[in-house]
């Protein structure tokens, strides 16, 4: 079958989607595995974790997290040479990357390397740490939605950009301002809020994320 693709865009999709499935994969293992068995820990059993299992997670995590990106960024390059590519899902796809690239680099990793190093604030930094796993994976679903949403650019409306450069009528649509709001709402929670109940456990943490996929989806889809 003809793509249209040549090897080399190929490859770099591949990669894409395979750092794509163990970065989140690992969001997915640190928040509904991990956080469930060091909410039920003692201090010890917690520091045992973080030294000898969480650093080769982290390790994987965040390389992986940074491959996705760079591999994005490219790739929205190469979307210009397609119509109305650089639609609202497109774009809120490449706006919660960036958030949760962020989050797993300026946060997440930092604030571990102060819990295994146990420095005088590491109690305050595990609970930012556990904050940012829980809006990391908070995003994922909505992620993946969206990135099933962009792939479709074919049929897609609404475009930020046209193919001529020119300002694109989704800049006037409101599925763009409130699934905007929403993502940028989550991400304010991380340094300025705290552990919401309908985030505290993985169960409904997964059933947030579900609604807010949701949410997002019937917003692209009717507004």
């Not at 080399?8 to 794509?20: D, G, K, R, T, V």
């Not at 390790?59 to 591999?71: K, P």
């Not at 997440?108 to 930012?128: F, L, S």
Request: charged share 15%; with cysteine.
């Amino acid at each position: 079958m003809n793509t249209g693709l040549d090897f080399h865009n190929e490859l770099l999709i591949f990669l894409f989607a395979i750092s794509i499935i163990i970065w989140l994969g690992l969001t997915f293992y640190s928040n509904f595995i991990s956080q469930e068995f060091l909410m039920n820990s003692t201090d010890e059993e917690k520091r045992k974790y973080f030294i000898n299992i969480q650093p080769n997670v982290m390790w994987h995590m965040r390389w992986s997290a940074l491959l996705a990106f760079s591999i994005g960024l490219y790739l929205m390059s190469f979307l210009s040479n397609l119509p109305n590519a650089y639609n609202i899902g497109t774009s809120l796809a490449a706006a919660i990357i960036t958030i949760m690239v962020a989050n797993t680099w300026l946060v997440i990793w930092p604030k571990q390397k102060k819990i295994i190093a146990n420095t005088q604030d590491a109690k305050k930094c595990e609970k930012r740490y556990d904050l940012a796993l829980r809006t990391n994976g908070l995003l994922s679903l909505p992620l993946v939605g969206l990135m099933l949403y962009a792939a479709q650019t074919k049929i897609a409306d609404s475009p930020l950009i046209t193919s001529d450069g020119s300002i694109g009528s989704g800049w006037y649509s409101l599925s763009l301002w409130l699934s905007l709001l929403v993502i940028i709402s989550i991400e304010l929670n991380l340094f300025f809020g705290k552990n919401r109940k309908w985030m505290d456990s993985p169960k409904r943490l997964i059933l947030s994320s579900l609604v807010i996929t949701i949410f997002i989806g019937l917003m692209l889809r009717f507004y």
